[in-house]
């Protein structure tokens, strides 16, 4: 019954979103401007980059928290380990569809950093790469997330030998539910219309020179 309450405290967490909270605040429901998402990406483009930065904070916080909540009160490592990723991964579901917020939401890319940030903050660092080299030379966000997410599995032999078999699980379930979120820029890409940041491209100018 803890763990439950832990998961479901966790999804609560995470059904506090960052965008439409601060949006509240400044008079602005994001879920109408732009793409129509309540992620950082939407409230960049649309509302700037001190807006933008502050539902990043949010949003990668509440994914800390929870993921910390569930590591409390566990002796055994393992199970601490179990609980804790079902508790980021409860806020990821928090944030994607949120409680508070009609069910409507943003991707939960910036909740699983939160969750890495407490349980294994190394792994972000070869995920942070990926992400960068895809957006400056294609300058496309939502591949850059799919394929920096999906880099977690292999960046997990980067930094250990054997990888915990929770990890491995965790690595797949998170790769395919980001992917999942994204699937509307995935059609887009495919047809040719996915929105470009420009601006991003900087080593495709570079090659270009």
Known sequence: MLVLGKILLAYL????????????????????????????????RTQ???????VMLIDVGKGALATWIGLQGEADATLALRVALACGFAAVLGHVWPLFHGFRGGKGVATIIGLLLVLWPALLLP????????????GYVGLGSILGVAAMLPS????????????????????????????????????????RFEKARLLAKLWRR
Do not use: C, K
């Open 127 to 138: 995920m942070i790469a990926v992400f960068a080299l895809v957006l400056t030379t294609t």
């Open 13 to 44: 967490i995470g059904s506090v979103s960052g965008s439409l909270l601060l949006g509240r605040l400044r008079g602005v429901d994001i879920r109408t401007l732009g793409s129509g998402n309540a992620g950082g990406t939407n409230a960049l």
């Open 156 to 195: 997990l032999w980067l930094w250990s030998a054997r990888p915990a078999r929770e990890w491995i699980v965790a690595a797949l379930v998170l790769a395919a539910f980001v992917a999942y979120t994204h699937r509307a820029n995935l059609q887009r890409l495919r047809a040719g219309n996915e929105h």
């Open 48 to 54: 700037g980059f001190q807006f933008a930065l502050g």
